[in-house]
């Protein structure tokens, strides 16, 4: 099944994935903390490294999956660019959300806690909901005319 699927498929897959694993493992790590309120946590380190993981994973998962071109599979077409297009406008909207919602705990002189995870909560969602329009463009009929 693997084989039959096309390089930027699979690239959207893992990325999809991760996402899907790597913020619920960075909340794990966040509430199971010492017993302080929960803007007091440490979360820059955790953050960082579910960050570095998720990184690191994802290079692991593209060359065991044979995802980067230069291995001989072939370059993306047109579809492939125009459903990787179509999965950055839908992601991008959320880290937009994600700023926007910084900045205006920013304003508010809210704790760093609360906009480093209003950012955070941003590129989740973007990689999920962006990974979530790549595999349904993959797997259904998708005309890159749109």
């Known amino acids: 099944m693997v084989t039959s699927m096309a390089p930027e498929e699979r690239r959207a897959w893992i990325g999809l994935v991760l996402a899907l694993v790597g913020y619920p493992v960075y909340l794990l790590l966040l509430f199971t903390g010492p017993d302080v309120p929960l803007t007091e946590r440490p979360f820059a380190l955790p953050m960082v ?36 297009r179509l999965g950055e406008r839908v ?20 704790d760093a806690f609360w906009i480093a995870n209003g950012i955070f909560l941003g590129f989740f969602l973007s990689a999920v909901v962006g990974g979530i329009a790549r595999v349904v463009c993959y797997r259904g009929e998708f005309d890159p005319r749109w």
């Open 49 to 84: 490294w579910t960050i570095g993981g998720s990184v690191i994973a994802a290079m692991v998962l593209h060359a065991v999956f044979r995802v980067y071109t230069d291995t001989g599979s072939p370059e993306p077409d047109e579809r492939d660019v125009a459903i990787a």
């Open 91 to 110: 992601g991008s909207a959320f880290i937009v959300a994600g700023a926007l919602m910084a900045l205006v705990l920013a304003m508010l002189d809210q």
